[in-house]
């Protein structure tokens, strides 16, 4: 798959939990990198992302709890958030795509191009 996911799983309100992507277009010269959430029952939201310059951002809903860190030499970037809330909870997807331009990164699902299956995040005491 162009995005390989790992990360996840059940934890606690207060956790951290880390989800990490893998994928070629992290070893090319400029990418964009997002994760995306989909609770059972609604649409998918965007949480954060990443580009090639290290500039980040994110969603008010995890703003001040996030944190990105870069693995270049394994093309891999890991998102973690702590600490965890109830609502965090839901199937997380990385996507990403290579770029021609610098500029701001999409927010939205169709901005990316590769993506990966996903992996469950499930919040509870």
């Known amino acids: 798959a162009p995005v390989r996911q790992s990360g996840g799983g059940s934890v606690s309100p207060g956790d951290t939990v880390r989800l990490s992507c893998t994928a070629s277009v992290v070893a090319t010269s400029m990418y964009c990198m997002a994760w995306f959430r989909q609770a059972p029952g609604k649409e998918r939201q965007w949480v954060a992302l990443?580009?090639?310059?290290?500039?980040?951002d994110a969603s008010i809903s995890v703003k001040g709890r996030f944190t990105i860190s870069e693995d270049n030499a394994e093309n891999t970037l890991t998102l973690q958030l702590s600490p965890l809330k109830p609502d965090d909870a839901g199937k997380y997807s990385c996507?990403?795509?290579?770029?021609?331009?610098?500029?701001?990164?999409?927010?939205?699902?169709?901005?990316?191009?590769?993506w990966g299956r996903g992996t469950q995040v499930t919040v509870s005491s």
């Open positions: 996507a990403a795509r290579a770029r021609e331009f610098d500029g701001d990164c999409s927010q939205v699902p169709r901005g990316y191009t590769d």
């Open positions: 990443i580009d090639d310059n290290g500039r980040t």
